[in-house]
């Protein structure tokens, strides 16, 4: 059974940073690609990162574009998302998730974290 642990989430001030991390078990993680999304009060879960299962290949949404870095280390079955530059409109619940398809679409992905708080004050 594929789960996926997201960890790492909690209060910063805005400017700080935080790395979130996403264990996975069950099933091949480095087959997959990897995504990050996060979901704010009342609105859509969008995708904000994206790695393809090599790594060689990745996607970020305009909104964190210079401030995230997505990695991951499939000996670990761990994937990471470094948040710099942390702004208040960043509070969200994040969410890791898997692929095997098109990494940079989010409909492609089918299973999911639990997510993890991130908040971001002022």
């Known amino acids: 059974q594929v789960q996926l642990v997201e960890s790492g989430g909690g209060l910063v001030q805005a400017g700080g940073s935080l790395r979130l991390s996403c264990a996975a078990s069950g099933g091949t993680f480095s087959s997959y690609a990897m995504g990050w999304f996060r979901q704010a009060p009342g609105k859509e879960r969008d995708v904000i990162a994206a790695?393809?299962?090599?790594?060689?290949?990745?996607y970020y949404a305009d909104s964190v574009k210079g401030r995230f870095t997505i990695s991951r280390d499939n000996a670990k079955n761990t994937g990471y998302l470094q948040m710099n530059s942390l702004k208040p409109e960043d509070t969200a619940v994040y969410y890791c998730?898997?692929?095997?398809?098109?990494?940079?679409?989010?409909?492609?992905?089918?299973?999911w974290g639990q997510g993890t708080q991130v908040t971001v004050s002022s």
């Open positions: 998730a898997r692929t095997s398809g098109t990494y940079y679409y989010a409909p492609h992905y089918d299973y």
């Open positions: 790695i393809t299962w090599s790594g060689g290949n990745t």
